[in-house]
């Protein structure tokens, strides 16, 4: 029969091998959930760093070309019409990157936890 360590209840382990006698005593199965849920997330969470690295560079292009059409504008209200296009756009683009990564982390949730979200 195997010896487990057990601490007591109010006690931290002292050490890095008095903390993996305690953390084997768990058992393998608890640790393997732990891993499978801790890759599913870091999973997710690249998912969801690619997602913004994306939407970030595109966002730029689209403010580079917004200076040569701020910069093209002749009078006025060609400046203000590309303003309020500017704009419309930034709305549009935020909204719906916001959409996508509240999705991306429901996605997460869901695969981590799926009986809290039903």
């Excluded at 890759?39 to 994306?54: D, G």
């Excluded at 006025?76 to 549009?92: K, Y």
Aim: charged share 20%; hydrophobic share 40%.
């Amino acid at each position: 029969m195997a010896k487990t360590h057990h601490l007591p209840r109010n006690r931290l382990p002292a050490d890095s091998a008095e903390l993996s006698h305690a953390v084997s005593a768990i058992g393998g199965q608890s640790l393997d959930f732990f891993n499978d849920t801790f890759a599913r997330w870091l999973q997710n969470a690249t998912a969801a760093n690619t997602e913004v690295m994306r939407f970030l560079s595109e966002r730029l292009n689209k403010d580079i070309q917004l200076f040569s059409r701020f910069a093209a504008c002749k009078k006025p209200e060609e400046f203000v019409a590309v303003q309020s296009d500017a704009v419309n756009a930034l709305i549009g683009d935020y909204a719906r990157q916001g959409s996508t990564i509240f999705g991306l982390w429901t996605a997460t949730n869901e695969s981590l936890c799926p009986k809290f979200v039903e």
